[in-house]
């Protein structure tokens, strides 16, 4: 009984300092994603949902590069399928985002204000659980009669 609890207590531990990680580079994506932001607007302010869209881009395909070597150290070489798979989760989350703003906003009459801070509450959790358990989930290695290939 005493190995498990230990081995359960160093798997809550890596996956604590994962999810801190995971924060670090979601800090990192926010900045990245600002600075195209305010880039595109510092041209023409017309230009604020072309640089949502390319800041989204930017920070995602950062947050795959650093999420792959430090976070979740997969070990695999560059994945157009893990970074596709990224693409998804962010996008996910960030549709998610914007429902529930909707909801706690309009329906529920929530501050604008508190509200992104409550939505960060909610997706940075899924996202990182989407991250650890669908895009670096560990794979099994493929077999080919019995014999491992």
């Known amino acids: 009984m005493a190995f498990s609890e230990s081995t359960s207590s160093k798997r809550l531990f890596e996956w604590g300092v ?7 580079v979601g800090a990192l994506n926010t900045l990245i994603s600002l600075i195209c932001y305010y880039l595109f607007i510092w041209i023409s302010p017309k230009l604020y949902l072309p640089g949502q869209v390319v800041g989204f881009l930017v920070s995602v395909l950062n947050a795959y590069y650093w999420n792959n070597r430090y976070v979740f150290r997969s070990g695999r070489k560059w994945s ?7 693409y998804i989760a962010y996008g996910g989350t960030a549709l998610l985002s914007a429902l529930l703003s909707i909801l706690e ?9 508190i509200v992104p801070i409550i939505n960060l509450c909610i997706t940075v959790p899924v996202n990182f659980l989407t991250h650890k358990f669908w895009v670096y989930r560990k ?7 019995g014999n491992q290939v």
């Open 18 to 24: 994962q999810f801190v990680k995971f924060g670090a």
């Open 80 to 86: 157009w399928k893990d970074l596709f798979h990224s």
């Open 105 to 113: 906003i309009e329906v529920l009459q929530w501050s604008a204000w």
């Open 139 to 145: 794979k099994k290695p493929e077999t080919d009669g």
